[in-house]
């Protein structure tokens, strides 16, 4: 199947209120604007510089999420590009995301990333270190927190990704009932291609798919 009969599928089959996002690493700028105009609203862009080079093609016609691990000195560049950064996990970058998006009268709405599976290589803020994470981040006025977002291990079988969303959604839940202020616990982002289906029964209203989409990366 194409592109676009994969977009199609996916949003027959997506329940109501669930965002799709298309992670768009290792695609053309083309093949990215055949899944936008196949009614994609959202790309997602794990580096700063591809999110350069797609931008020309697809511009407005798609909101622009980081995805990826955001390195500070790429902080500048990417609040004028993004809509949503996915992967704030320290008070660092969400003090130069603040900063930045300051210069430009912009608030970022952004989320915090959970290192659900404890991987040392992995980015992310550990379970237990969210909340206060989120809390510290809660004063700054130009990034606004909207929720949470997880990667968990990469498994063959989806179903072992099961726990780590779990993890991740009881956080949320624990954060959302704290009603705390200037936050808002909306959009729970996990789940990619071999495992959405599992993250969309552990609460998950964002999924982020590249492979089902486009087919297995080259
Ligand atoms: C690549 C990637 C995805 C999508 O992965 P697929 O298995 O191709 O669907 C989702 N989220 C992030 C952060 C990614 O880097």
Redesign the pocket.
Known sequence: MGIRENVQQLLKELPGGVELVV?T?ARTAEEVLQAVDSGIKIV?E?YVQEAERIYPVVGNKAKWHM??HLQKNKVKKAVRLFDMIETVDSVDIAREIDKRCAQIGKVMPVLVEINSGREKQKSGVLPENAEQLIKEISSLPNIKVMGLMT?GPRFGNPEDSRPYFITTRKIFDRIKALELPNIEMRYLSMG???SYPIALEEGANMV?????IFGE?T
């Open positions: 992670a690493k997602g794990n995805i990826g990667m990619m291609t071999n982020r798919i590249g492979t089902k990366r």
